[in-house]
């Protein structure tokens, strides 16, 4: 909720180009993801070994957590700053491996050992001084959506057949479309490291025509009339239009243009999809459905005015205002109207399963 505000404050931090960027990632994006695979644990693991997170492991991560967001905002450098930054990913990693090993889930594996790979790429980030003038900022923004592709493509159909299979109308994985919209965006991953902006660019058009194909045969009014089920449908609209507006923008080789058109994967595609899953554990169950409140509602509104601000209007003035400092304003209520319902709930026994799916895949 706070970090978008170095814009509007700027000396608060040395470097807030880089702050801004490293903590949306590494202390927004790397947490949620952090939560996903903790809560998915017990069901890949099985009934045979299912495997829950004890609270005194979880209070040593959530220090973690919090030990990698002080060294960076303190200024720490060498291997004071490697060394913790890295605390929380590889506990991650330490939490998610030894008991997907004794299971033997072996498909699980690389999943529960991104944490590992996200530690190296944190610490190649800072040792190139922030990232300027290498591609390992856009790369690692790139991994994510690949994360959400492959993720959140199984995901959705399952939050959407939970409602729709027991009518007989089941939506479509539509898996090998996925696997190729993924294999895109690896493509474009792995073209970027190499800086070759104009491949990368091509390949994001594909896998965005792709991911919006997916989006075309999961649309159905019972999507759109459920809440909940819409939040999610957004945030994989983001996930396309993201892929394309960077596609376009690699693509033309305008120098300034990629690192605007980049918020439509993490303002958008990011904040949107994060947002929509988690806001599910905070939602009140109704038989058969999870019911999204008004809060939620405006939450991913926000959100998503906050993206359409910061990629068409960031030099636009309002009221003395840039559209820079709109959307910040706009984000930051976004998530204030999330922690809401967040609260309340916090309050009550935690919900069975807890994002609400009858079967939770990744």
């Known amino acids: 909720m706070l970090v978008p505000w170095v814009w509007i404050w700027p000396e608060l931090v040395p470097d ?3 702050w801004h960027a490293h903590e ?3 202390g927004v994006a790397v947490a949620a993801l952090g939560g996903y695979l903790l809560i998915a644990l017990p069901s890949w693991t099985g009934p045979n070994h299912r495997h829950r997170i004890g609270y005194p492991s979880l209070a040593l991560l959530l220090l973690a957590w919090g030990l990698g967001r002080a060294a960076i ?3 720490a450098q060498g291997l004071g700053l490697w060394g913790s930054v890295v605390l929380y990913p590889l506990g991650l990693a330490a939490l998610m ?4 090993w004794r299971a033997r889930v072996w498909r699980k594996l690389p999943l529960a050992a991104v944490p590992v790979a996200l530690a190296v790429a944190d610490v190649v980030w800072l040792a190139t001084q922030g990232g300027n003038g290498h591609p390992i900022g856009l790369a690692l923004v790139l991994g994510f959506a690949l994360l959400l592709s492959v993720v959140g493509g199984r995901a959705l159909p399952a939050f959407f057949n939970s409602r729709f299979a027991a009518g007989g109308q089941p939506v479509l994985q539509l898996r090998a479309i996925g696997v190729l919209a993924s294999g895109a ?3 474009s991953l792995g073209a970027v490291i190499a800086q070759r902006a ?4 091509a390949a994001l058009l594909l896998a965005g025509a792709l991911q919006g194909l997916r989006m075309m045969v999961w649309a159905r009014w019972g999507v759109i009339a459920q809440f909940d089920l819409l939040m999610l449908y957004l945030a994989w609209g983001w996930l396309v239009l993201g892929l394309l507006l960077l596609g376009r923008a690699l693509w033309l080789g305008d120098a300034g243009t990629p690192a605007t058109m980049l918020h439509g994967l993490t303002l958008g595609a990011m904040g949107a999809m994060i947002m929509a899953v988690t806001a599910r554990a905070f939602m009140t169950r ?8 008004p809060a939620h509602a405006a939450a991913i ?4 005015i906050a993206a359409v601000l910061r990629l068409a209007f960031p030099t636009a003035e309002a009221m003395g205002l840039t559209g820079l400092h709109w959307s910040v304003m706009a984000w930051s209520l976004g998530w204030a109207c999330y922690l809401l319902p967040l609260l309340r709930g916090l309050a009550q026994p935690s919900p069975h399963p807890v994002l609400g799916a009858k079967r939770l895949s990744a």
Do not use: Y
């Not at 109704?286 to 409140?293: E, Q, T």
């Open 16 to 18: 807030p180009a880089f």
């Open 24 to 26: 949306l990632i590494f």
């Open 73 to 75: 905002l303190s200024g």
């Open 97 to 100: 491996l030894p008991p997907l």
């Open 185 to 187: 965006i690896a493509l």
């Open 198 to 201: 104009d491949l990368a660019g």
């Open 286 to 293: 109704a038989p058969g459905r999870l019911l999204a409140s």
């Open 301 to 304: 509104a926000l959100i998503s």
